[in-house]
């Protein structure tokens, strides 16, 4: 299993930007997919959830109205296009391959870094 | 959105036994894992489901719980055992919540 993001990078308060995540070592669309952030010294933060099919998708609040997941599973692939950024989602963003079965984050990235 | 508490620091010295709780109403329902994370490196997935271990996961790491509250236990605690630990749980409402992670230091 590999997943490995890629689009951070510096970017102005207000303006948007997209994150992907390309996964490969596994049939992705089988598997439900999270992305999850890490601000510079701070603890994990849950961002967003998207359904193996990707019909059905969860939010953190923080991010609610803002953040859109998608996924693309003719290309293992899954984003989160990120709007009307604020200094405070500057952070390490991942993502990470859910189990339902067990409700765990099973595989991570290394992450991608946005800065705001 | 819910809540897991977990103390900010974890002091234990090589060979000894370390216990992190994590308390939060959801754990009543809802399984738990833990994840060890060492400087500049992603999360790793040490126990799901509150007591399984994944493969490849040393035996020494071990979870349990009860009521409101599960409890990752390092036995024989080795110095590459340093690291931040999380646990997480999700709610009915798809919520999912990370504690704010515990400071594992081996003296």
């Known amino acids: 299993v590999q997943l490995v993001e890629s689009g951070g990078g510096v970017v102005q308060p207000g303006r948007s930007l997209r994150v992907s995540c390309a996964a490969s070592g596994f049939i992705f669309f089988e598997y439900a997919m999270q992305w999850v952030r890490q601000a510079p010294g701070k603890g994990l933060e849950w961002v967003a959830v998207?359904?193996?099919?990707?019909?059905?998708?969860y939010y953190a609040d923080s991010i609610k109205g803002r953040f859109t997941i998608s996924r693309d599973n003719s290309k293992n692939t899954v984003y989160l296009q990120m709007n009307t950024l604020r200094i405070e989602d500057t952070a390490l963003y991942y993502c990470a391959r859910y189990s339902s079965d067990n409700g765990d984050f099973e595989y991570w990235g290394q992450g991608t870094l946005v800065t705001v | 959105s819910y809540e897991l508490t977990q103390p900010p620091s974890v002091s234990v010295s090589p060979g000894q036994t370390a216990r992190i709780p994590c308390s939060g109403d959801?754990?009543?329902?809802?399984?738990a894992c833990w994840y060890q994370q060492k400087t500049g490196q992603p999360p790793r997935l040490m126990i799901y489901?509150?007591?399984e271990r994944p493969s490849g996961i040393p035996e020494r790491f071990s979870g349990s719980s009860s009521g409101t509250t599960v409890t990752l236990t390092i036995s024989g605690v080795q110095p590459e055992d340093e690291a931040d630990y999380y646990c997480q749980s999700v709610d009915s409402d798809n919520s999912y919540g990370f504690g704010a992670g515990t400071k594992v230091t081996v003296l």
């Open positions: 959801v754990l009543a329902k809802n399984f």
């Open positions: 489901r509150d007591n």
């Open positions: 998207i359904s193996d099919d990707g019909s059905n998708r």
